[in-house]
């Protein structure tokens, strides 16, 4: 069974600080995707990024950083010299990857971290 | 470009009614997937439509439910009689059909209270 953690429920930044997301996930699957989405209150969940496993390569967009460690089976996300805007829920994700001819499957999601940065 | 866009937006109903919630995926996705989040828990799976055929429902918690997706376009998940447990938000996303995992994309949700 896939499983994600996230254990931080809520955390609160002031503004400008660097802050990091903790995700930890298990799978018994080779191959599989993990995923972070976005909650602001507006309710939608915002796609930020997918990683394949893969791929470990760290991945850095903006202020938006990803750390993938199979070892620890971890996908960290960071986000440096937050900003209120950044405020929101935000949801680490895990699908299994299917064969050539196959589509998106079901995704399992953490828990959420709500993170409120202070002006 | 029309995001995937629900209906109603919030529902207040008494236990023992029935609700219908909708969901209009984007236009040309061929995969529509519902997710429920109950308060303070995870976002969990529900079921899965590949065009209009159920390809999991693994995660439909009794026969209460019944989601329906006729002509392969949007999507109606009918809660019929409503539970005090069946409280939550609802989510829809939608793909497109791939040959590998592409990102879904979610709507605004459905917050369900039954009273």
């Known amino acids: 069974a896939q499983k994600v953690t996230q254990a931080q429920t809520e955390i609160s930044v002031v503004e400008k600080e660097d802050v990091t997301l903790d995700c930890v996930y298990e799978?018994?699957?080779?191959?599989?995707?993990l995923f972070w989405y976005k909650q602001p209150p507006s309710g939608e969940l915002v796609f930020l990024i997918r990683r394949n496993s893969f791929d470990e390569q760290n991945e850095i967009s903006g202020r938006y950083s990803w750390n993938f460690q199979k070892s620890t089976s971890s996908f960290n996300f960071t986000i440096t010299a937050s900003q209120v805007v950044d405020s929101a829920v935000y949801f680490c994700a895990l699908s299994e990857a299917r064969g050539s001819g196959g589509s998106n499957y079901k995704l399992t999601f953490g828990k959420g971290t709500l993170l409120t940065v202070n002006p | 470009e029309a995001g995937v866009t629900q209906f109603p937006s919030h529902s207040v109903i008494e236990k023992g009614q029935t609700v219908t919630l909708r969901c209009d995926p984007i236009s040309g996705h061929d995969n529509l997937y519902w997710y429920r989040r109950v308060m303070g828990k995870e976002i969990k799976f529900l079921l899965h439509?590949?065009?209009?055929?159920?390809?999991?429902e693994s995660g439909m918690p009794n026969n209460r439910f019944l989601a329906e997706r006729t002509g392969g376009t949007y999507s109606t998940l009918k809660v019929q009689p409503a539970e005090l447990e069946d409280s939550g938000v609802y989510f829809c996303?939608?793909?497109?059909?791939?040959?590998?995992?592409?990102?879904?994309?979610f709507g605004q949700g459905t917050r369900l209270t039954v009273v």
């Open positions: 996303a939608s793909s497109p059909l791939s040959h590998g995992n592409t990102e879904a994309f």
């Open positions: 439509f590949v065009k209009e055929s159920k390809q999991d």
């Open positions: 799978t018994r699957d080779t191959t599989y995707y």
